[in-house]
């Protein structure tokens, strides 16, 4: 009985992710987004989703106030590498819309809890002169969920380039 156990630890461990990319190779953005309020070339929304041990999608993705997006895409995803889309103005006032929704620059910094293995979402926003950078990996608001799931939707219909 023991053997089976040891088994099956050793089998799930070794087994229950493809990623072979470090640490450092995951977590560091490619391309870091210049910031600004308004201003189209800049960008006002950034999320990046972090890998887990098994087939989380993994991508940084930035928005420009423009609709141009450019994504870092790299694990679990029906593309990779380093792409462009853009966004319409109805897809960027329904983000805004949903910053609004759940009081995006007065969220706390961080929500996170003493589980392991569960990915985060990392948002950042400059707009109209104020800025916040949220992580949420356990027990965010709601409204912060259905921010990211919303992004995350968007991510996924995109043509990307």
């Known amino acids: ?41 800049s960008t006002f929304f950034s999320m990046r989703k972090t890998s887990c041990l098994g087939q989380c999608p993994t991508y940084n993705l930035f928005i420009k106030h423009s609709g141009e997006a450019n994504i870092e895409a790299k694990y679990h995803l029906p593309f990779e590498g380093n792409l462009t889309s853009t966004f319409s103005t109805t897809e960027l006032d329904s983000i805004k819309s949903l910053l609004n929704t759940c009081n995006y620059f007065n969220l706390e910094k961080t929500y996170d809890g003493p589980i392991t293995d569960i990915p985060a979402t990392i948002t950042q926003v400059y707009l109209d002169d104020k800025t916040n950078r949220v992580k949420n990996r356990y027990k965010g608001p709601i409204p912060l969920k259905q921010l990211e799931l919303y992004v995350h939707g968007l991510v996924m219909a995109k043509e990307w380039k």
Do not use: Q, R, W
């Open 1 to 41: 009985m023991k053997f089976i156990a040891i088994v099956l630890v050793l089998g799930t461990t070794l087994f229950s992710c493809k990623n072979n990319k470090t640490a450092a190779e995951v977590s560091a953005p490619v391309n870091t987004p210049v910031y600004s309020s308004n201003h189209s070339d």
